[in-house]
């Protein structure tokens, strides 16, 4: 009997955003990442330096790239692009959503928010999870017997895990169980193509 071909796909939040106006910017363009965030990307790439990372992928969002360059840059890799990657579509793109503020208050937008099980703002959480179990599977193919790291965003990223890891898929967006902070993260582990196990990592300290 042979041993396994063993594979490990890290997915990774994007560092954080510089973002004044405080705006949900979803897959709005020309949101880059702030000084911390470049120094999360980095510290993150140190930490994979001396991983056996063969492939490294990333959502086409600029947020995205640019944390993907200094872990591409590291490993003498180009960074590939997945659209399957990406954050996922959300009706209050552009406006400022925190509790009590902005769109929220207004009660023409009520509306959206009938129903958080699907979730009724946004790209329903069962699509969010099919493409990236798609996005995942391909990046393990690319690295099979390596190491391969995909950069997204939270909530794609939270509802990979819980759909692999037989959670319902919605929950509160603010919860502490989200486990997706600035730059985490979520490590899966293959051994040939079955999924034996996952893992949680925020190197920034958060």
Known sequence: MTDPVKTVVHVMRHGEVHNPGQILYGRLPDFHLSDKGRAQAARVADWLA???????????LERAQETAGPIAATHGLAI????????????FEGERVSPGDGALR???NWWHLRN???????????????????????????????EAVCVSHQLPTATLRRSLTGQTLH????????????????????????????????????
């Open 50 to 60: 001396t991983h056996d990372v063969t492939y490294v992928v990333a959502s086409p």
């Open 80 to 91: 590939d692009t997945d659209p399957d990657l990406i954050e996922s579509e959300n009706v």
């Open 106 to 108: 207004n009660p023409r």
């Open 116 to 146: 958080p099980r699907t979730p009724s703002w946004g790209e329903p959480y069962t699509h969010i999870a099919e493409r990236m179990q798609t996005a995942l599977f391909r990046a393990r193919d690319h690295a099979i017997g390596h």
């Open 171 to 206: 929950h509160l967006p603010t919860a502490a169980n989200r486990m997706c902070n600035h730059a985490s993260l979520t490590s899966f582990y293959f051994h040939d193509e079955a999924l034996v196990g996952w893992g949680y990592s925020e190197l920034d300290g958060q």
